[in-house]
């Protein structure tokens, strides 16, 4: 019988490393670790860069899982996560992918157990790609039934494909990974929640994204802001102006307190659809309720009433603005001055015009020519017509635009002509 080989001397795990990560095959790279095994145990570090080095080759790969269970101890996501994806790209068909990962953490031998942090990232790797969404589907079902996973993780994990598979536009997966929380007795979350509201609401499910809200309120989860503020505007869209206001109402006995979002986006949805005097109400409970309002409340109301007429409520709001210190866009000061001018308050114009120039406010060309236009046709308002004409010609030259000019110009001519025949 001849005698078996002498084992090789001893090196130290230093020199083993640096040995396997400058042998340019890695074949040859895992024979020097093989070889070495009875006298020198390798640094994990060296198992775990062969193992990446293994896993960029298809025929390689069964050799790289095989040396993730010579560690010493459990790898980490960060290792763990780039030989996945590896398999993911080399066995192209997810069958093939799911039995690696069975293989290594369900159905092995000896599994390895599963971090948290690794599932959610495969997870979210997976389902950012349209074909490999199946896979992430059924990685999370083989996981969540045949693994002890912690009940946040199931949830957490649930979240991240109805986010995915709604941003998709796939609601149908949506709502039966929402069902399937309650199989495996987990409760949704008010993230869930809000998902699922919002993937509603782009679809014009808007009724049954509120009757979700009212499911949130029953089961004792603290409502989301966010999903209220969704589903109040797409019931404004959708002109269901009553609904909008019946849910804002609503708001309050369920311990949400609307906030100027929500306040916003109803007297926004009003004025839309040309119902000033509901806003105005609305514009009301806000103050009432202690939620001061901004310039884009102010704004919406200013401009609506303009346009249905309402000139003094419209001025009334816009003098209450200047007075809480918001400082109003041109166009809601020419919104004022030109429906002022449209009804002959020629006085209340120029007094605009005025608190708008004290403001540093250019005017627009079309707001100057609603108010010249307006005085050179009150015969019996000279003065105003002096003063307008002087401002004009101080103020014309800060616009920018060389025609405005010229209009302006051209209007202070026929204002001046005016005077003279007066």
Known sequence: ML??????????????????????????ALELVTVTAPTTAPHPSTLHALALRLSRRREHLPHALALLRRLPSPPSPRILLPLLLSALRLRRQPHLFLSTFNSLFVSGSSPLPLHPELLLRLLSVL????????????????????????????????????????????????????????????????????????????????????????EMLHRGIPADPLAYTTVLNALCRKKQLREAYRLLCLMRGREVSPDIVHYNTVIVGMCREGRPLDACKVFRDMRESGCAPNAVAYTAVV???????????????????????LLPHFSVFHSV??????????????????????????????????????????????????????????????????????????????????????
């Open 3 to 28: 005698p078996s080989p002498p084992a090789p001397p001893p090196i130290s795990p230093a020199r083993l490393h640096k040995l396997v990560t400058s042998q340019p095959d890695p074949l040859l």
């Open 127 to 214: 389902s950012s790609t349209a074909s490999y969404f199946p896979c992430a589907l059924h990685l999370l079902r083989d996981v969540s039934t045949r693994l002890p996973l912690p009940e946040p993780l199931v949830l957490a994990s649930h979240n991240l494909l109805i986010e995915a598979a709604a941003r998709s536009g796939h609601l149908a997966v949506s709502i039966s990974l929402f069902h399937r929380l309650r199989s495996l007795h987990v409760s949704p979350n008010a993230e869930t929640y809000r998902i699922l509201t919002q993937s509603l609401c782009r679809r014009g499910q808007v009724r049954t994204a509120a009757n979700l809200l009212d």
């Open 303 to 325: 401009n609506r009433l303009c346009v249905s007429g309402l000139y003094d409520k419209a001025e009334a709001y816009l003098d209450d603005m200047l007075g809480k210190g």
């Open 337 to 422: 001055i030109k429906g002022c001018c449209a009804v002959g308050k020629v006085n209340e114009a120029a007094g605009m015009m005025t608190r708008m120039l004290d403001l540093g406010m250019v005017p627009h060309a079309e707001t100057w020519s609603s108010v010249i236009r307006s005085v050179c046709s009150d015969e019996d308002n000279v003065e105003v017509r002096r003063y307008c004409l002087t401002s004009t010609k101080q103020e014309l030259t800060q616009l920018s635009e060389g025609s405005a000019i010229q209009h302006g110009d051209h209007l202070t001519a026929n204002m001046g002509s005016s005077l003279d025949v007066g």
